[in-house]
């Protein structure tokens, strides 16, 4: 067991193990070698730690934020390979490939070794005393609303310091910034069930209809998900549940759905009010307000709206009155409009009438220190933002896990105006585009280095505390923690109230050993608790489950037509979020890179999907370099036919088109956050990703696609080789 | 090999048919692969990667179609000519099949691919010569050849990224095969402490890489010698047999309600890799 | 009946015009040489750089693991049982017009066995690593895999060159001591001195000279089918659609023996060209190897519709498929021009005016063996790209500069032994010839001796 | 014709045979000692002292050190090799541990040099000297498992069978080939399985047990 973090850091000593360490060239030398290579054995050795043999560490992932706990297996003290650690509820062992690259951020060769201050073009390195200090001076006389600081979705204890840090400042100006979080579903949740993030109980439903949720991808929470999707599939004895899915774009959930219907852009809403008028015919009896609004969508007029036929409508109605208890859930496709929330709301109206709420959608557990509880990001605050940049209200700014440079919509001119801001301080691991336009870029450990707790957003069962902690020593030894950071700028400001903390983890363990009572410990040493802690690497936070108020209502709810036709810009751009890329923080991790998008199978690049049936009319066959043209900007790329696609649609995945992030990223394919109109939903502000119209041209160039599908395409030429039956051919039942 | 050991234990290294030549007898290491529970995520491949030191080749090489990649996902459409792939992508995690009967063993004009005792298709990459006759017999397509020598090449492994590379599988340099190896160095590693404690693995005990990571728990694996393994009561289940090329689903006129399936049995190759049907509801 | 060879021909006119191809060459000589070790230094090149790269930089990937090199490789097998033909076959069916140009046909079979060696080696992904697929006693007590095919194959193939190197050394021995006696002191006199084996024409060395000459001859036989069949079983016995096919064997010995007879045609022009042999390798003799070449070309033709049909009425719907690929896919332009120049332009040489026209027939043997050379790269190429397993189908994988490098370099090395070899040895039979313009005489002595007893 | 075919019949015959012959017996492997080159270590530790006979027998032995050794078992240091792949180097501390405690050498050069690294907290950089191929698989513990604790063996001798004889070495040098040819000579031999030696058995017979 690990007695305390000095030590333990000593173990994770990286070692020459000669031959056992890099198996590199496994092929050349055929002889045995005597005194070629050097073996270094610890000095003081940690009593468990013997080469050869792999040490397991549970830490918490960072690469998204669904908090997932990881296992991470040490040998040497290298860290080789994480896993899923199965003692967490929310990904119970299992990982995604998106957690797995997480060694290669570590690892990567392109990360920023040490604190880089703006000298010209150029960043030159200074020491750490002079960066903090040099933050120190740039700070004095500066009032507290001109000091901002942008982070991602941040939680657990780097929050309270972050928090008290712009206390100290004066400033109240935190920003949290996701630029593809579900924040208007989350807004519509709040004033449909009384909570932002609802449990989704996919395992308990027999029926999901998922308004473009792309939950098995990189919606929120997928490896949870994908766990509980198992489960409803699988059913009890045999009874499968059933995936619909409504979206004008195929994501990876979509690929699943046992049906997936194509829905016109942005007419989600009236499709499930369509719905609600299909089950009232079906004979399911409707709340009164709900039937005012939903009798207008008769099946003649959605299906015409919506481009879903009547019969499909009939059969989804069928089917949602049958099985009991079903989950509809909004997701990003609906949301994406101006009119995203009305969306949103109609959805969730669906919910109710079903009767899903309390049993299908749960109360989530309630996080009992609020203070660790996550800020959620959103887009609206990268707008707040920059309106507070372009007017030159901001004298400094602190960015922390996020790249707005990249992922600010291009109308926002976010590059621009960041330019007005005078001192702009930059914590990152790699050089991205917001650290490039940075004054002073602090270089951080990574997630497999640092120490910090998190408290997911999306939360199964117990609210839970996940810990990150060091898998091994640091690589290189000018970066420093995000918490060691804010820590020594805090002790600018209020150096009695943390003097007592020598870094961010004698900080951390304080903090968690004096709760220790109310975290399940009491009664137990500090230094058994902690170490029980460490290795669990995650607290079962004290349950205390909320509940949810149904206030569900139609009133208020107003459905716009269905957008008209517009000759300059014909089609719809739906920049998809993929489950590897995200919003292209990843992007320089070459698993990911080489990892086939599931739906398309390309590689090392962006595409723009089509239907065939626009593509014949537009000309364009596989291959082609297409201009996408927005009214904020244009790009070119490869076209790729997709039948999963709405024909008045066009998409493009999200998260390359890095001008910087290094070798991986950098020139790797187009930036679709470029192209993105300024467009906001009207009920919350946040941008409305779905609504940039796009126009397409051919540029006469045609490029060999790169991808891992074949000649074939999708086909099996007449194979028996993925199969697939329908319900009535097979039993389910008694499957082991 | 010795040619003692060759010709006494012939029907280990090559098998013409499972059962007829020589039962397993401690362990058949096997896999079952739930299609309606994979969802295509490619979680399997990158955990692939990250466990046995796969080169990533870039986009050039992607292109020229020399990528590694052990286990691919590869997504199928419906090919009935409808407007929209309305009932979603077919998704195939496709490795070696560690066929019984595999063709890649008997053509390897060095003898570095056989069967081991515990009926997987070994890979010996310093045996290999890179004649590259086993891909060129396997149906599968899944044995993958070192084009360049990826160890010394740029940004494969720069700078501190071999530190991630496993100890227990080497880097393969150029002009060797490598494929899937269904993990041997945790089977090895398991095996191992079973052989200290005086007994068998036990089921669950060892895991493939990409059955750890499979958040839909898709793949399960494990020995098919042991009734009481959870693969074995898979195959039982839907009675697929190893030595069968043609399964009670197929003996019958118009199939029966079971999912179980092995890619191309015709080719009597009597894959170790059982497949189930992936599901669509009927009533939607 | 046209005359082979003029009965009148004095034998030491015979030794004078042999050995004279033996003496400073003309300037055409030294072209040809010249351009000859500039495409060998091509392919050596690409080699070179293969080797220290990766195969990589041959734009081969999965699942085209092979690619030209191996397609090459049957063509040079192929040609190599021309040599056979004529000298054992032939020789026992005592068809003597195959005299005169029997010995270059016999080096060409040596020559471009050692050609074919090479793309065995330069295939290999680690050549450094050749000897782990030879059987050869170690002490971790390791033995290649004699299921392989590829092993019996390099045997197979080894059998053979060396077994053509005897026969061919034999066949000399004679002219070996007429060179001999012919020259003056210098390296080339001590070589004929110790390769002559100290031949003097006794009547004994004779008798044992046509024993062991009749009797290697009779070996070979076999191992020249034998060797063919073997390659043919590279892919007879592999599990692949379109090559999983019980006629290949034959089909392969077939196609070796047509394109090694349309590559003497080629030579033996160019050698009665270059050497001024129009009075050994007269036009009789070319008709009569015009007429077998085209004889064999309908053997290939028929046996080739033999391997349609018999896939097209198998219910093996991937060999259908691939033959259907070949046929309509983007192999089918190099297809078509396969069946036209295998199988259409051979019936050129059924026309008699064409059978002695030297132009005509040079063009129509180098498109034969263009059309062999396709054919071998249309067994190989299309079953990749088409095998059984849809999603690694591709359309096409063109071959890269590496690879086209080392198929034009290894014209180059074969042109590049046989200028040598035609330098250094006599690559006309003089005693055979001698033999021949004597039985010939005799029998018109007869026949001269009939037609007085008549009258 | 007889005598060719006399000739082929004798030239097949003596082929086969040679071919046999071949097949039949490898050429032998090297079992005796194959001395691996001298190894210069940053410190040159003495196996002798360490795991030598206390009290030297036979003075006039050139293989036991004249002082005597300790006799320690070679797992008292090398902990890893009946619990892991590796045996281990042994950690500084573990070499410091008793030498603080042996006032009688503490000013020899050597152990000054071993302190000199201690108070350094820096790790000696030993040369490996039984460093096989990388893609060799080589586990220690099941071998020790299985000679020492299964068939009680002596722990030298179980360790000599690879080592050689260490007790007499100073720094140690590789003794044995260590080539593929010479492991799997001993691994085709039946060993008994336990002390009772009532059922045998051969080594792993499949390549991928020691390839990796």
Known sequence: MIENGFNRRDFLKVLGWGGAVVALSGCGNTSVQDGAEIVTSYVEPPEYALPGIGVYFNSTCAQCDAGCSITGRVREGRVLKLEGNASSAINRGKLCGLGQAGVQAHYNPDRVREPLLRNGDKGEAITWDKALGLINEKLNGVKGDEIAFLTGAVSGHVKVLLKNYLEALGSKNHYAYDAVAPSVVRAANKKAYGVEMPRLRLDKAQVVVSFGADFLGAWVSPVHFSQEYAQFRKGSDGARGVLVQIESKMTLTGANADRWIAIRPGTEGILALGVINALDAAGLSLPADVAAVSKAYNAERVSKDTGVSAEQISKLATLLKARTPSLVIAGGAAEGYKHGSQNAAAIALLNRVLGNIGKTIEAPANVPFPQVAVTTGNRSSVQALNDSMANGKLKVLFSYGVNPVFTAPAALKFQDNLKKVSFKVVFANYLDETALAADLVLPLDSALEDWGTAVPEYLVEAAQLNIQQPLMEKLHAGTRGTGDILLALLKQRRANEYKDYEDFYSYLRSAVVKNKSALGGAGADDDTFWGETLSEGLVKLPASNGALSAKSSAAGLVLPAPAEEDSAYPLHLIPAVTANLRDGRHANQPWLQESPDPLTTIVWDSWVELHPKTAAKLGIVEGDIVEVTSRSGSVKAQAYLFPGIHPDAVSIPLGNGHTALGRWAKGVGINAFSLLDQVVDKDTGELALNETRVKIGKTGKRVMIVKDEGAAGGSQAGKKIAVSASTDEVELSGEV | ?284 | ?455 | ?212
């Open chain 2, 1 to 284: 090999m010795s040619v003692t050991n060759l010709l006494e234990n012939w029907s280990q290294f090559r098998h013409g048919h499972p059962v007829d030549d020589k039962p397993h007898e401690e362990y058949k290491w096997a896999m079952a692969i739930d299609l309606d529970a994979c969802t295509g995520c490619n979680a399997c491949s990158v955990a692939c990667y990250a466990e046995n030191n796969i080169p990533v080749v870039g986009k050039e090489k992607f292109n020229a179609g020399q990528q590694m990649h052990w286990m691919r996902i590869e997504r199928y459409w419906p090919e009935d000519g409808r407007e929209f792939a309305d009932q979603g992508a077919q998704f195939l995690p496709m490795m070696c099949q560690q066929c019984e009967a595999a063709p890649c063993e008997t053509v390897c004009p060095a003898g570095a691919t056989n069967h081991t005792a515990d009926g997987v298709n070994s890979q010996i990459y310093n045996r290999c010569v890179g004649s590259r006759y086993c891909s060129a017999n396997c149906p599968f397509k899944v044995r993958y050849f070192n084009w360049y020598d990826y160890p010394s090449t740029d940004n494969v492994w720069p700078a501190e990224m071999t530190q991630q590379l496993n100890p227990d599988v080497s880097v393969r340099s150029k002009g060797v095969m490598e494929k899937c190896t269904f993990c041997v160095q945790r089977m090895t590693a398991a095996k191992n402490t079973a052989r200290n404690e005086g007994r068998l693995v036990r089921d669950g005990e060892v895991q493939t890489a990409c059955q750890q990571a499979c958040p839909t728990n898709a793949i399960s694996f494990g020995n098919l010698v042991d009734p009481e393994s959870k693969v074995a009561k898979q195959w039982a289940h839907q009675q697929v047999e190893l030595s069968k090329e043609v399964q009670a689903k197929d003996a019958q006129e118009g199939g029966t309600d079971l999912r179980g399936y092995r890619i191309m049995e015709e080719l009597r190759l009597y894959p170790s890799v059982m497949y189930l049907e992936r599901v669509r509801e009927s009533a939607i």
């Open chain 3, 1 to 455: 009946m046209e005359k082979d060879i003029s009965e009148s021909i004095a034998w030491a006119k015979i030794n004078g015009d042999v050995l004279k191809s033996l003496e400073a060459p003309r300037k055409l000589y030294w072209v040809i040489l010249v351009a000859a070790l500039t495409l060998f230094g091509v392919g050596l090149g690409c080699e070179v750089y293969q080797y220290q790269i990766g195969m990589g930089v041959a734009n081969l990937n999965n699942p085209h693991v092979w690619g030209l090199y191996i397609a090459t490789f049957i063509f040079w097998i192929g040609m190599s049982h021309s040599g056979t033909l004529l000298s054992a076959i032939l020789h026992l069916m005592h068809a003597d017009w195959r005299k005169p140009i029997y010995r270059f046909a016999e080096a060409m079979t040596t020559f471009s066995l050692m050609t074919a060696g090479l793309f065995v080696m330069v295939h290999l992904g680690r050549l450094w690593q050749f000897y782990y697929s030879v059987p050869y006693p170690n002490e971790r007590g390791l033995w290649p895999n004699f299921q392989s095919p590829l092993l019996w194959d390099a045997m197979a193939i080894f059998t053979y060159l060396s077994s053509s190197v005897i026969f061919l050394f034999i066949g000399m021995i004679p002219d070996l001591a007429i060179c001999r006696d012919h020259l003056h002191e210098g390296w080339r006199k001590k070589l004929y001195t110790i390769l002559s084996l100290g031949w003097e024409g006794t009547d004994r060395q004779w008798r044992n000279f046509r024993v062991t000459y009749l009797t290697v001859a009779c070996f070979l036989i076999p191992l020249a089918v034998s060797v063919h069949s073997i390659v043919a079983s590279d892919f007879a016995m592999s599990q692949q659609p379109g090559w999983h096919v019980t006629s290949f064997p034959p089909y392969f010995v077939a196609g070796a023996l047509y394109s090694g007879c349309a590559a003497i045609i080629t030579l033996f022009i160019i050698l009665r060209y270059v050497f001024r042999f129009e009075e050994y390798m007269t036009l009789p003799i070319l008709k009569k190897v015009a007429r077998l070449t085209f004889a064999i070309s309908m053997v290939w033709t028929y046996l080739n519709a033999i391997e349609f049909a018999a896939v097209w009425y198998s219910h093996d719907q991937a060999a259908k498929d691939v033959l259907l690929q070949k046929a309509m896919g983007p192999y089918a332009p190099f297809w078509w021009m396969m069946i036209f120049c295998g199988s259409v332009v051979p019936l050129m040489l059924a026309v008699k005016r064409f059978q002695t026209n030297i132009p005509v027939l040079f063009a129509v043997s180098l498109l034969l063996n263009l059309g062999m050379w396709l054919e071998r790269w249309m067994i190989v190429a299309p079953t990749f790209s088409h095998g059984y397993y849809p999603w690694t189908w591709d359309g096409f994988q063109w071959p890269s500069w590496v690879q086209w490098g080392m198929v034009f370099g290894s014209f180059g090395w074969f042109t590049l032994l046989f200028m040598l070899f035609c330098k250094i040895f006599p690559s006309v039979s003089m005693y055979e010839v001698k033999e021949m313009v004597y039985h010939r005489s005799l029998a018109s002595k007869k026949n001269e001796l009939a037609e007085k007893g008549a009258h």
């Open chain 4, 1 to 212: 014709m007889h005598r060719f075919l006399c000739l082929s019949i004798l030239l097949v015959g003596l082929f086969a045979n040679t071919g046999s012959h071949a097949t039949e017996v490898p050429p032998s492997i090297s079992t005796a000692d194959d001395l691996g080159p001298k190894v210069e270590q940053p410190i040159e530790f003495p196996h002798d002292r360490h795991a030598g006979p206390r009290n030297p027998a036979d003075a006039a032995d050139p293989s036991v050190p004249a002082k005597g050794g300790m006799e320690i078992n070679c797992m008292y240091c090398h902990t890893g090799a009946r619990r892991s792949a590796v045996a281990a180097i042994p950690p500084l501390q573990k070499c410091v541990g008793c030498h603080q405690t042996i006032n009688s050498v503490r000013e020899t050069p050597r152990i000054q040099k071993l302190f000199e690294y201690w108070d350094a907290k820096k790790p000696v950089p030993w040369k490996k000297v039984h460093d096989l191929p990388d893609f060799v698989r080589f586990n220690h513990e099941r071998h020790i498992q299985r000679f020492v604790f299964a068939q009680n063996k002596p722990v030298q001798e179980a360790c000599g069978y690879c080592h050689g004889d260490v007790k007499t070495m100073t720094v140690a040098r590789r003794q044995k080939s260590l080539s593929m040819g010479w492991c799997v000579s001993c691994h085709e031999k039946d060993h008994p399985v336990d002390v009772a030696a009532t059922k045998t058995t051969h080594g792993p017979n499949d390549c991928w047990q020691c390839h990796k």
